[in-house]
């Protein structure tokens, strides 16, 4: 299966997001440039996995890395269905810096549900940084402290995101044909 034949648009080339996140990365490092005890990056999986990857190599500064699992899409859903955090993986926060990186901010409930975790576990300070956040009315009460770029209300897929899973390696960051939704599972509008 040739996943290019599912795409309906580019709405953000690869191009643009590694020049956008050359300009986050930099304001980022400035601002915690002087912590002396380096910092600690908390990468929501799966979906932050590609972009933490290429942003934190060019953040020049000491930083330990701290994986999440987070699940609020599970399957074929495009709305989110509640959000579970696995935080087994999770090392030591207690009196560290920490920054939160997640793909896109949607409903805020992933960010709402993991900032209060990391302080509970003891965290200095948490900030939080996504590489999209959608256009909705309905984010209430969470807010990321960067944002790569604002995108309408539709469901997208590449770059570290997914639809069941599928579409994380793509290199732009797109949406898909509707067929692709109507010939999958209940979940899906
Ligand atoms: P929130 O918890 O509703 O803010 O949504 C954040 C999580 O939902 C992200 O970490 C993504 O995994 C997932 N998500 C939200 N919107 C999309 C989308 O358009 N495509 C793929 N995943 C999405
Ligand atoms: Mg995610």
Redesign the pocket.
Known sequence: MVMQEDIEKVLISAEQVHTRIKAMALEITRDFSDIESGITIVP?????MIFTADLIREMPIRMKINLMT?S??PGASLRTQGVTVLAKQLGDVHGRHVLLI???LDSGG?LRAVIPLLKELGADSVRSCVLLRKDRQTVKGVQADYVGFDIPDEFVVGYGLDYDSVYRNLRDICTLKPSVYSTNTPNTP
């Open positions: 929501i999986m799966t979906g932050a987070v609020s899409y997640d793909d896109i992933t």
